[in-house]
């Protein structure tokens, strides 16, 4: 199985080039292209010479022995009241989608829209999204990267608390693939999503099967907030989890994205944890491969 890991906190903190040479030395099989910086219009993927940039950073992987197999695009996909921003996302969208496929990544991960409070808007969040979604299958179908949907949670907008929202159910996200219809789109499940809204996620593995999960995000938490922290240092059960994976013969890649692992360290140590996070996803790895 395929070790993957986004390149979100160490691009910034040490630009992409470097992120891709630390990952690389840290031991990890591919990377998923983290472009949440498109928001800022000053980011090099918003420039007139994107793809400069890009071919850069595609060179500088490949001499590091790496490939971009997986990329997320930039969210929300949409906000309440905000025309200037909705105006423009999706257009970033679409250019995420084309940089996903000149990398040669396989699957690009594209949020659902959830602006909206979920317990009263699901049906009209699900037909927001059809047509959302069925607005970018033929740039993902150009660009041939299949497009995954994730799934998400919410704030109560009264108590605080954290609730489902789209795909957060596994009947709601297979219903979401299957109405789509579409080859082109695909799963992906958030592992530490999974337990904020009460949904267990060796249950959605099972759900969802083979044939619907295409990608995982894999990262740990205490059930009560989206850390997004290094497995094995939460309340996930993994050993559940794991059995999951193999029962259903998952061929996916497995994608670490517990960035917030690397928050305490700083720049000096930032190498070694990104060893340690790749200990941590072999260790998975192998508890998914012996139970085949």
Request: charged share 25%; glycine share 6%; proline share 3%.
């Amino acid at each position: 199985m395929i070790l993957s890991t986004q390149t979100d906190y160490l691009g910034r903190m040490f630009g992409d080039i470097q992120a891709v040479q630390i990952l690389a030395a840290a031991g990890f099989d591919a990377l998923d292209y983290t472009m949440f910086g498109m928001k800022n219009d000053e980011h090099p993927l918003n420039a007139p010479d994107y793809l400069k940039y890009v071919q850069t950073l595609k060179d500088s992987a490949a001499e590091a022995g790496l490939s971009f197999r997986q990329a997320h695009a930039p969210f929300p996909c949409m906000r309440l009241d905000d025309e200037t921003y909705n105006s423009a996302i999706f257009n970033k969208l679409v250019r995420a989608i084309e940089i996903a496929g000149f990398l040669g990544a396989k699957i690009i991960v594209v949020h659902p829209i959830h602006h909206l409070e979920y317990a009263t808007h699901a049906e009209e969040l699900k037909q927001i999204n059809m047509d959302f979604y069925r607005s970018l299958a033929p740039y993902a179908k150009s660009a041939k990267v299949r497009i995954a949907l994730e799934n998400m949670w919410q704030r109560n907008r009264e108590t605080r608390q954290i609730v489902p929202s789209a795909c957060s159910r596994t009947k709601e996200f297979i219903d979401y693939l299957d109405t789509l219809g579409d080859d082109c789109f695909t799963a992906c499940l958030d592992l530490g999503h999974c337990g904020l809204y009460g949904f267990d996620a060796a249950e959605m593995i099972k759900g969802l099967g083979k044939d619907r999960l295409g990608a995982l995000h894999v990262h740990d938490n205490d059930y009560q907030s989206d850390l997004h922290m290094i497995p094995f240092l939460g309340k996930m059960h993994w050993d559940t989890i794991c059995e999951m994976l193999a029962k259903i013969g998952y061929s996916g890649d497995f994608t670490m994205e517990a960035d917030n692992f690397y928050t305490p360290f700083g720049k000096a140590l930032a190498p070694a944890a990104a060893k340690f996070l790749e200990a941590c996803g072999r260790r998975l790895i192998y508890m998914i491969e012996e139970k085949q």
